[in-house]
């Protein structure tokens, strides 16, 4: 199936690369746009995959086609399947080298990936929203708008 649209992802967490790679898989033409310098968000933070209710998440995503994102954590795990206070099943990987790996992935799967790209205004035409534009002055046009922009907290939160 060919997807004849242009989606444009609004957040490079995993929740972002996970949807920006399942349009990519279906045929869409995608960009994702990550308001800082690298993928992932708050998924760097502690590098902890399949503990507690992310281990629902994991067989979740892979249940509906982004299993390629959990073997690149589970590749790049120092430690599967330990339990510490307040999590068990735990995976613990590596989190600088899951970062470029995921951002290759996507690429890969023909994804555009705009790092530093923090959306600052929105073009609406027709009553529809058309573009956005980042703070550098480009502007990204799309068919289809995601809105995975996650949280902006402090870590502590995540």
């Not at 898989?25 to 399949?50: N, P, S, Y």
């Not at 923090?118 to 068919?143: E, F, K, P």
Request: hydrophobic letters at 45%; one cysteine or more; aromatic letters at 4%.
């Amino acid at each position: 199936m060919r997807i004849e649209k242009t989606i444009l992802v609004a957040g490079g967490g995993w929740g972002g690369c996970a949807a920006a790679y399942s349009a990519a898989l279906q045929g869409a033409a995608v960009i994702l746009a990550e308001r800082t310098d690298m993928l992932l968000g708050t998924g760097l933070v502690g590098g902890i995959m399949r503990n507690n209710g992310r281990l629902t998440a994991a067989e979740e995503l892979t249940a509906m086609g982004g299993g390629a994102l959990l073997a690149i954590t589970d590749a790049h795990s120092r430690h599967k399947n330990i339990t510490f206070p307040g999590h068990e099943h735990a995976s613990l990987y590596d989190t600088g080298a899951v970062e470029p790996a995921v951002r290759a992935l996507l690429v890969q799967a023909g994804v555009t990936v705009y790092t530093g790209a923090r959306l600052v205004l929105a073009d609406i035409t027709n009553g529809r929203l058309a573009a956005v534009q980042t703070a550098a002055g480009d502007r990204l046009r799309a068919d289809v708008f995601i809105d995975a922009t996650g949280t902006a907290g402090p870590m502590n939160l995540c």
